[in-house]
């Protein structure tokens, strides 16, 4: 079962990060303002997404990252369905996602996620 954790910047996982946002710099602004959460699977971290609030409703997805050995197994989809809860019940009506690496992997992970 996967449970998740927020984490503070200082504890983010770069060579996650890294996998979904090839700028460090990207990164490092987006935790500065935004949320990030840890995935996790028996304490072991498998995946992190991090989401920034853009407007008082729109929040925009920044980072989902599922670390390579537990990819294909579902766990991204679960993370986004967690990333879109935390930013509804911080009062989201929008949600937008932005990736800074537009693989066709990752396109088609989000095209069948709606």
Known sequence: MIQFQEIKQNEALWDLLLLAQ?????IQTDLKQGLCHVAKIDSEI???F????KSERLWEITNIAVAPKYQG???????L???ISVAQNLGAREI????GNSSLNQLAFYQKAG
């Open 22 to 26: 090839p700028s460090l710099e990207n």
């Open 73 to 79: 197994q579902k766990i991204g989809k679960a993370i």
């Open 46 to 48: 498998v995946g992190v």
């Open 96 to 99: 937008e996602v932005g990736t």
């Open 50 to 53: 991090v989401i920034v609030q």
């Open 81 to 83: 369905a967690h990333a």
